[in-house]
Nanobody
Framework: VQLQASGGGLVQAGGSLRLSCVVS????????IAWFRQAPGKEREGVSC????????YYADSVKGRFTISRDDVKDTFFLQMNSLKPEDTAVYYC?????????????????????WGQGTLVTVSS
């Protein structure tokens, strides 16, 4: 399984970006898809998740109301629409897939829940 993230870039505060993650190699149903981010000197943190079996979406408190996760099953792609960006959103953003259902045990925003990761795409928000 390979994940390819794209869409990062430099944007001014208040602006928007849309990240994409294309999943290839094994495109049967997966239990959860998620976006994480990692700022310099900080741990990787969960941003948003779709738990596909439960039909539920989750957002970190810091991005609620500003970010939206979505998926296109036909294209095996999922997205993160980011609006009203803030300098504190600056980070490398990673997409991830849980193909074993681990999230139900370890949590939707646990790094350990995810089996496959994209390479990351850098988002820089200037003030």
């Amino acid at each position: 399984v390979q994940l390819q993230a794209s869409g990062g870039g430099l944007v001014q505060a208040g602006g928007s970006l849309r990240l994409s993650c294309v999943v290839s190699g094994y495109t049967l149903d997966y239990y959860a898809i998620a976006w994480f981010r990692q700022a310099p000197g900080k741990e990787r943190e969960g941003v948003s998740c779709i738990a596909t079996a439960a039909g539920a979406t989750y957002y970190a408190d810091s991005v609620k109301g500003r970010f939206t996760i979505s998926r296109d099953d036909v294209k095996d792609t999922f997205f993160l629409q980011m609006n009203s960006l803030k300098p504190e959103d600056t980070a490398v953003y990673y997409c991830a897939v849980d193909q074993t259902g681990s999230y139900s045990y370890t949590g939707v925003f646990s790094v350990a829940s995810y089996d496959y990761w994209g390479q990351g795409t850098l988002v820089t928000v200037s003030s």
